[in-house]
Nanobody, 124 residues
Framework: QVQLVESGGGLAQPGGSLRLSCAATGITLDYYAIGWFRQAPGKEREAVACISLSDGTTYIADSMKGRFIISGDKAKNAVHLQLYRLKPEDTAVYYC?????????????????WGQGTQVTVSS
């Protein structure tokens, strides 16, 4: 059974940083792409970034370029999302999921696996 488990969320001050992790079991991420999404209260879910671990292709949403970095960790079978210069509007539940990842887009499928999410709160 494929499972994705997010961790690393918490409370951060504006301008601070956090490192989120998405650990996978039941699959070897070498052959998969993983994406990060977030959903704030009352807002639609939005894509943050994705990475294809087979070839290193990455995608970062325009509004997050320069502040968020996605990386793969094959040794730990995980994907990390480093968040820098956090803003209050980054407050959301962050989810990771399997998907198709391209350099300028991503594609979610009906059979993709999702994690349970990790809360990120940015507040002074």
């Amino acid at each position: 059974q494929v499972q994705l488990v997010e961790s690393g969320g918490g409370l951060a001050q504006p301008g601070g940083s956090l490192r989120l992790s998405c650990a996978a079991t039941g699959i070897t991420l070498d052959y998969y792409a993983i994406g990060w999404f977030r959903q704030a209260p009352g807002k639609e879910r939005e894509a943050v970034a994705c990475i294809s671990l087979s070839d290193g292709t990455t995608y970062i949403a325009d509004s997050m370029k320069g502040r968020f970095i996605i990386s793969g960790d094959k040794a730990k079978n995980a994907v990390h999302l480093q968040l820098y210069r956090l803003k209050p509007e980054d407050t959301a539940v962050y989810y990771c999921a399997t998907l198709e990842c391209y350099s300028d887009s991503y594609y979610s499928r009906s059979y993709d696996t999702w994690g349970q999410g990790t809360q990120v709160t940015v507040s002074s």
